[in-house]
Each structure stands twice: as structure tokens, then as C-alpha cells.
């Protein structure tokens, strides 16, 4: 029996292009267009675009003036559990309205907010946007929080500018001197 090797690496790499098309079919299908759906039916998004990550899922966002970070990231991560399983979900905001305003009282504020985010004490974030309001007037700033994150919005008139900040739980380790 002749072996003919145009059949068979014919039949190779049209099984390779049916799987990977198969592949990358299903992967739009069922995991991005129904979370572009979720993300992009949440009050206050204009524009989505998840990223599938081996450890991660990154949605990029275009968010309007008024938008609710908090509510954003549980809508997201609750109505597209089923999609997200183990991975981490983050938020990418796109600036789309912040100004040189509102980056320069951030950039004023960013280290109140830096330390309290590394020494966990996060009650003196509020603190941090009050005192910036009181020395920016004009300048609407606020902060939320939930188990994953912490969302700051700095608004000046038509300005606004979104920020994300994760929450790192604390990691149990053994001590060297144990």
C-alpha cells in the first residue's frame, strides 16, 4: 500500500481550520457577544468591549457623565457569572470627558488615597475627596466601595474623570521565624 501525502496533509490542515474557526466561533458566540450585551444594557455605558484573558476578563468601557461605577461592576459581575466562573473582572474605563482639571486634583489627592489604599484603612478615602472638594471649588468628587474594588468619580461641569481602584485581600503566609 502507497502512502499519498496530499490527502493526508490536505485532510490536516482542513481539520486544523475547522477547529480553530469552530473555536473561535463558539468563543464569540457564547462568551463575548452576550457579555458586550450585558456590559453595553448597564445604565450609563456607552460602549463596551470585553477581553477574554486566561486569568482575567477586561471589559473596556465608555461610560457617559452620570454613570454608577459600583452598580456598573455588579451588574457586570453578577448577571454574567455564568461567563466570568473563577476568572477576575476588570473595568478599563476610556477618558472620555476628564479634563486637566480634574487630572490635577486627582493628581493633588493621589497619595492620601495611595496610602490609604496600601494601609487598608480605606474609611480615609471619603475623607480625601472632601478635603478636595473643599480646596477645588466646583469639583464633585466620590468614592464607593464594594468587596473587589473602590470607584472614584471626579466630576466638573461637563468634565468627568472614572477611577478603579482594586482591593487586595490579605494574603496568609508563614512567618520565617515560625
Same mark, same amino acid.
Given at each position: 500500500?502507497?502512502?499519498?501525502?496530499?490527502?493526508?496533509?490536505?485532510?490536516?490542515?482542513?481539520?486544523?481550520?475547522?477547529?480553530?474557526?469552530?473555536?473561535?466561533?463558539?468563543?464569540?458566540?457564547?462568551?463575548?457577544?452576550?457579555?458586550?450585551?450585558?456590559?453595553?444594557?448597564?445604565?450609563?455605558? *456607552? $460602549?463596551?468591549?470585553?477581553?477574554?484573558?486566561?486569568?482575567?476578563?477586561?471589559? $473596556?468601557?465608555?461610560?457617559?457623565?452620570?454613570?454608577?461605577?459600583? &452598580?456598573?461592576?455588579?451588574?457586570?459581575?453578577?448577571?454574567?457569572?455564568?461567563?466570568?466562573?473563577?476568572?477576575?473582572?476588570?473595568?478599563?474605563?476610556?477618558?472620555?470627558?476628564?479634563?486637566?482639571?480634574?487630572?490635577?486634583?486627582?493628581?493633588? *489627592?493621589?497619595?492620601?488615597?495611595? &496610602?490609604?489604599?496600601?494601609?487598608?484603612?480605606?474609611?480615609?478615602?471619603?475623607?480625601? *475627596?472632601?478635603?478636595? &472638594?473643599?480646596?477645588?471649588?466646583?469639583? &464633585?468628587?466620590?468614592?464607593?466601595?464594594?468587596?473587589?474594588?473602590?470607584?472614584?468619580?471626579?466630576?466638573?461641569?461637563?468634565?468627568?474623570?472614572?477611577?478603579?481602584?482594586?482591593?487586595?485581600? $490579605?494574603?496568609?503566609?508563614?512567618?520565617?521565624?515560625?
Amino acid at each position: 500500500m502507497k502512502i499519498r501525502p496530499l490527502p493526508i496533509v490536505l485532510t490536516a490542515v482542513i481539520s486544523a481550520a475547522l477547529l480553530t474557526g469552530g473555536w473561535f466561533m463558539y468563543r464569540n458566540e457564547a462568551n463575548l457577544k452576550p457579555l458586550d450585551r450585558i456590559a453595553t444594557g448597564t445604565p450609563g455605558v *456607552m $460602549n463596551a468591549k470585553p477581553v477574554i484573558g486566561r486569568d482575567a476578563i477586561t471589559v $473596556n468601557l465608555t461610560l457617559d457623565r452620570d454613570a454608577n461605577l459600583r &452598580q456598573i461592576y455588579d451588574a457586570i459581575a453578577t448577571k454574567g457569572d455564568a461567563i466570568i466562573g473563577s476568572k477576575t473582572l476588570k473595568l478599563n474605563i476610556k477618558p472620555s470627558g476628564s479634563s486637566a482639571k480634574l487630572d490635577d486634583v486627582w493628581s493633588s *489627592m493621589l497619595f492620601k488615597v495611595a &496610602q490609604a489604599m496600601d494601609h487598608r484603612e480605606y474609611a480615609a478615602i471619603p475623607a480625601a *475627596m472632601t478635603e478636595a &472638594q473643599a480646596e477645588h471649588p466646583g469639583i &464633585q468628587a466620590v468614592s464607593e466601595m464594594d468587596d473587589a474594588n473602590v470607584y472614584i468619580t471626579l466630576k466638573d461641569g461637563q468634565s468627568v474623570k472614572y477611577v478603579v481602584l482594586p482591593r487586595e485581600a $490579605n494574603t496568609i503566609g508563614a512567618w520565617p521565624n515560625a
